[in-house]
Structures are given as structure tokens and as C-alpha cells.
């Protein structure tokens, strides 16, 4: 599927380094899609969710071939 260059692999690199390549995959995403971003608070911590607001316009970027295979969304697209 064409949504593997959206993953950060996190082990053995620095918080600055994820961080980077966060605000890089935001920019990335933000110049194909329109996103939202929401902030909850989960006991004493708050999380942030970054979805992209016209979920099928995902669906048009992927493969039938490949969406039959998994029958889902890719799970950062849509909580």
C-alpha cells in the first residue's frame, strides 16, 4: 500500500530525531489531504490525534487488489 512512508520507526533513534521526522510527515500529509488535529486528556496525560478529514479520499489512493486484502483503512487515517 502506498501508506508505509507514512510510519516512523522509533527504536534506537533520539526524541529529537522522531520529532523530526514527525513535523516532516505532518508537512507531507497536510500538502495531500486536509487533516485535524485534536488533543484529549487521558487521566493526568494529553494525547494528540491527527486524522485526515476526508477519510475517502484515502480509499481512492489505494490499490483494490490491496484493499481487498486487508478490508481496512489504514489505522492512522481514521480513529
Request: without cysteine.
Amino acid at each position: 500500500m502506498p501508506f508505509e512512508k507514512y510510519t516512523v520507526p522509533v527504536s534506537g533513534r533520539s526524541d529529537a530525531a522522531i520529532e523530526e521526522e514527525l513535523t516532516r510527515l505532518r508537512a507531507e500529509l497536510a500538502a495531500e489531504y486536509d487533516l485535524r488535529e485534536v488533543v484529549h486528556r487521558f487521566g493526568e496525560s494529553d494525547f494528540t490525534f491527527l486524522s485526515v478529514l476526508d477519510s475517502y479520499a484515502l480509499l481512492d489512493r489505494i490499490d483494490p487488489a490491496a484493499f481487498v486484502k486487508d478490508e481496512q483503512m489504514p489505522y492512522w487515517a481514521e480513529i
